[in-house]
Each structure stands twice: as C-alpha cells, then as structure tokens.
C-alpha cells in the first residue's frame, strides 16, 4: 500500500484498513510469543536431559554410514573423557575400546548394518585420561524410504560400578559354595578316615595272607589270583573316595562341560554316604542318555547337599529309603530325591531356601540356599514339596545340553 493510496481512502476505510494491521500484529506478537515459549521449553528440556544423563552417566551418539562422521551427546564426551564438542573420528575411537570388547563391537555393529537390527553389549574402554571403565552400548539401524541403512545410532552409558558390584557378589557366592563344601568335608571327615582305613587294612590283610601262604609253600594259582582281585577292588574302592575328595577339596572352580549328571550323582553319592549305613539307604532309577553343561564340582556338591538331607532325615526312620531319580522333559534334565523321613517341617516351608534356615541342632542351614545358588547360576529351578506317602521330595531341573555338544569333553 502507497501513501497515495492511504490519502485516497476515507475515515471508515482508513479504521478498517487500520484494524486489519492490528490483527496482523497481534498474531506476529503472539508467534514471537509462542517461538520465545517454544525455546524456553527446548531449553528446559534439553537441561533436564543433561542433567538426567549426567546423573545416569548416558550419552546418546551416531555415526552417520555414508562418511563415518560421528555426532556425540556431552555424555559421551564425558564417557571418553574428552572435551566436549572436539571432533572425533571413528578410528579413534575405536581404538581405545580393549582388543576383546573392539572385536565383539565391530562384530555386531557389522551385523547390524547388514541386517538392519538392533543390539546392545557391555565394552570395555581406556578413557583419554587412561581410566579403565565398562560401557553399555546400545545401537540401532536408521534407513532411508528405499530401506538402505543411513546411520547407526544408540546410547552409551557408565556401567564400571555396576560391574564392580556384580564381580564382588560373584566372588562373595563363590567363597560362600567353597564355605560350605568346607564345612560338608568336615562334617564327613571322620567318616571319611574311617572308610579309608577299611580298604587299606583289607589291603594290608590280603598281602599278609598271601606272603604267609607263598612262605608255606602252600599258594595255589586260584588263591594267588582271588587276593590279587580283593587288593585291587580295595585299592579301586579307595581311589574312588580320594578321586572325589580331590575334587570336593579343589578351590579353584572348574570350568563348566558337558558332563553325564548320572556319572557325578553316583561319585556324590559316594562320599556323601560314606560310613556306615548310608549307600544301603538308596537306590537309583537313573534315567539315559542326558547330558548338562555345568560345573560338575558344583553339581556334585548339589547332589551331596541333598542327599545328606534326606539321610539326616531319614535317621530315625525305621525302614529308611532314598530314591535317587533322574529323567529328561521339555528340553530339561531333571533330579530328584525322594527320602521317606520325617518330611519339611510346614514352619520351614516358605523360607527353606533362604540362608542360616536349619531345624538340625548345629546345623548351618546353608546346604539349601547354596544348592539354589548353584542350581539357578545353571539357568534351573529347585523346589522341595513333602510326599503324601509320608517323607520329602526335592526337585531339581537343568537345562539339557543341546545334542549337538555331545562331541565336546565330557565325563561321561
Ligand atoms: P542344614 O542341613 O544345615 O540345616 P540346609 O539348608 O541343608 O541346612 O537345610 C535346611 C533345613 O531344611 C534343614 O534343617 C531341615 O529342617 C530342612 N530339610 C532339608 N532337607 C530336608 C529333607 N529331605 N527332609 C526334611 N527336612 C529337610
């Protein structure tokens, strides 16, 4: 609009005209407004997001596929403990993750990109200022209209204390299995003598006699050859025992295989019947053809913890029995022990496998607690119900391992 246009209207139209601009500028002012409103909230949310992560020690970053240019939240810098804003280029940065964790990385971040999914691990890295740290690293795959991956991108967060925690309950529940497989041999150690002792003086015995008999002149091949079996039994007999204690005593823990549960049932159960009465108490129904992947040190101590169970149970039984069972259902191997004793006291029944549980004067009650430890660090379940023909039932189950790992070690 001119000036000359302006002179030509008359006073009603110059009001009008004049309204018009105020509206106008009403809306331009309430648009300022609103930008000025909207940028308050950006920056309000962008300092609750900063703070948010640097409490949570996160820090969101991309790369961007085409050039390899990386993009990093404050929190990452952080993380790395660089200045903040300095760029960065990948290599870099790649190369103050340690060898396993780079390895691991690259990896899934090329199998990402390729299948265009997400994935997230826990990495280690040296820090610019040489700090060790573990991250959590999150990633997923942005794509384009056509579906071809653009950029990678996820989140980066402080895990070194969790870590730190979680190795020191890992340690603490390591020291408290050795614990209590300490106070199981020492619990049998008497026995242990005693039942050592047979076969040695058997032993002794069998040498005495044929020495004696080879002096008189008077040893027949037949007789020669029936002590020569007794010794050998006897030294077997033995072995056997010191075999498994070596193993129960070891304080380093083993490495986890593919082992037959029925082979360490049957060596568990020797020691944990060891002395007088105990094995004629149970019997087997062994199921065949299973195999775990576990710790068979670990699995041994289970299976002894249970078993003295039920023998302490069944002490007082008149006819006592133990059924020794195991089977396979649902891709799980299963172990059960089945003792017709006295059966769990109801008092016990909600807390029976927490530890310091025990209704056995100078008992610890750690047996349970520790075999639940060793059964869930398996990825099984334990449980324990009393039978209605009178008694308990412990219940135990872990997962098969897969057929095709049967050509790995085994024990079986
Ligand atoms: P402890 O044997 O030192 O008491 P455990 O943790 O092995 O510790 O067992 C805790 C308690 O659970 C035992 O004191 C007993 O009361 C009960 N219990 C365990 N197994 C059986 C069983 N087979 N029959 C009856 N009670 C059992």
Same mark, same amino acid.
């Given at each position: 609009?001119?000036?000359?246009?302006?002179?030509?209207?008359?006073?009603?139209?110059?009001?009008?005209?004049?309204?018009?601009?105020?509206?106008?500028?009403?809306?331009?002012?309430?648009?300022?407004?609103?930008?000025?409103?909207?940028?308050?909230?950006?920056?309000?949310?962008?300092?609750?997001?900063?703070?948010?992560?640097?409490?949570?020690?996160?820090?969101?970053?991309?790369?961007?596929?085409?050039?390899?240019?990386?993009?990093?939240?404050?929190?990452?810098?952080?993380?790395?403990?660089?200045?903040?804003?300095?760029?960065? +280029?990948?290599?870099?940065?790649? =190369? #103050?993750? @340690?060898?396993?964790?780079?390895? %691991?990385?690259?990896? $899934?971040?090329?199998? &990402?990109?390729?299948?265009?999914?997400?994935?997230?691990?826990?990495?280690?890295?040296?820090?610019?200022?040489?700090?060790?740290?573990?991250?959590?690293?999150?990633?997923?795959?942005?794509?384009?209209?056509?579906?071809?991956?653009?950029?990678?991108?996820?989140?980066?967060?402080?895990?070194?204390?969790?870590?730190?925690?979680?190795?020191?309950?890992?340690?603490?529940?390591?020291?408290?299995?050795?614990?209590?497989?300490?106070?199981?041999?020492?619990?049998?150690?008497?026995?242990?003598?005693?039942?050592?002792?047979?076969?040695?003086?058997?032993?002794?015995?069998? +040498?005495?006699?044929?020495?004696? =008999? #080879?002096? @008189?002149?008077?040893?027949?091949? %037949?007789?020669?050859? $029936?002590?020569?079996? &007794?010794?050998?039994?006897?030294?077997?007999?033995?072995?056997?025992?010191?075999?498994?204690?070596?193993?129960?005593?070891?304080?380093?823990?083993?490495?986890?295989?593919?082992?037959?549960?029925?082979?360490?049932?049957?060596?568990?159960?020797?020691?944990?019947?060891?002395?007088?009465?105990?094995?004629?108490?149970?019997?087997?129904?062994?199921?065949?053809?299973?195999?775990?992947?576990?710790?068979?040190?670990?699995?041994?101590?289970?299976?002894?913890?249970?078993?003295?169970?039920?023998?302490?149970?069944?002490?007082?039984?008149?006819?006592?029995?133990?059924?020794?069972?195991?089977?396979?259902?649902?891709? #799980?191997?299963?172990?059960?022990?089945?003792?017709?004793?006295?059966?769990?006291?109801?008092?016990?029944?909600?807390?029976?496998?927490?530890?310091?549980?025990?209704?056995?004067?100078?008992?610890?009650?750690?047996?349970?607690?520790?075999?639940?430890?060793?059964?869930?660090?398996?990825?099984?379940?334990?449980?324990?119900?009393?039978?209605?023909?009178?008694?308990?039932?412990?219940?135990?189950?872990?997962?098969?391992?897969?057929?095709?790992?049967?050509?790995?070690?085994?024990?079986?």
């Amino acid at each position: 609009m001119t000036s000359s246009d302006w002179d030509s209207m008359d006073g009603d139209q110059k009001l009008e005209r004049a309204r018009a601009l105020a509206d106008v500028t009403g809306e331009l002012e309430r648009y300022v407004q609103l930008s000025h409103e909207q940028a308050g909230t950006i920056a309000h949310y962008k300092k609750m997001y900063d703070r948010a992560s640097s409490l949570a020690r996160i820090g969101v970053w991309e790369c961007d596929l085409a050039n390899e240019q990386l993009t990093w939240t404050d929190g990452v810098y952080d993380l790395f403990e660089l200045p903040r804003g300095v760029p960065v +280029v990948r290599p870099d940065i790649v =190369a #103050m993750y @340690d060898e396993e964790s780079r390895g %691991e990385m690259e990896r $899934r971040r090329a199998e &990402a990109i390729r299948d265009g999914t997400s994935f997230a691990i826990d990495v280690r890295i040296k820090t610019a200022r040489g700090n060790l740290r573990w991250l959590r690293l999150t990633a997923d795959i942005e794509k384009d209209e056509t579906g071809a991956p653009v950029r990678i991108f996820g989140s980066k967060q402080d895990i070194t204390e969790q870590k730190a925690a979680q190795e020191k309950v890992e340690m603490l529940r390591a020291e408290l299995i050795h614990l209590s497989r300490r106070s199981a041999m020492s619990a049998m150690a008497t026995t242990l003598a005693h039942e050592l002792n047979q076969p040695l003086t058997a032993i002794g015995n069998y +040498v005495a006699g044929t020495r004696r =008999a #080879m002096i @008189d002149g008077n040893l027949a091949p %037949e007789e020669l050859e $029936r002590s020569l079996s &007794a010794i050998e039994e006897c030294a077997f007999g033995a072995g056997d025992i010191i075999r498994s204690l070596r193993q129960m005593t070891s304080e380093n823990p083993t490495e986890r295989r593919v082992i037959d549960p029925n082979v360490v049932i049957r060596e568990a159960a020797t020691l944990a019947t060891v002395g007088a009465g105990g094995v004629s108490r149970l019997r087997y129904d062994l199921g065949a053809d299973l195999l775990i992947w576990a710790d068979p040190i670990q699995i041994q101590q289970l299976v002894i913890n249970l078993i003295r169970n039920a023998l302490d149970a069944t002490a007082a039984t008149p006819e006592p029995s133990i059924l020794v069972a195991t089977g396979r259902e649902n891709g #799980m191997i299963w172990l059960r022990i089945d003792d017709n004793g006295a059966g769990i006291a109801p008092e016990l029944s909600e807390t029976l496998f927490d530890p310091f549980v025990t209704s056995r004067p100078g008992g610890m009650g750690v047996g349970l607690s520790v075999s639940r430890t060793i059964v869930e660090a398996h990825g099984g379940r334990i449980c324990a119900r009393n039978r209605p023909e009178g008694g308990a039932s412990l219940h135990v189950s872990l997962p098969a391992a897969d057929e095709s790992w049967a050509d790995l070690p085994s024990t079986a």
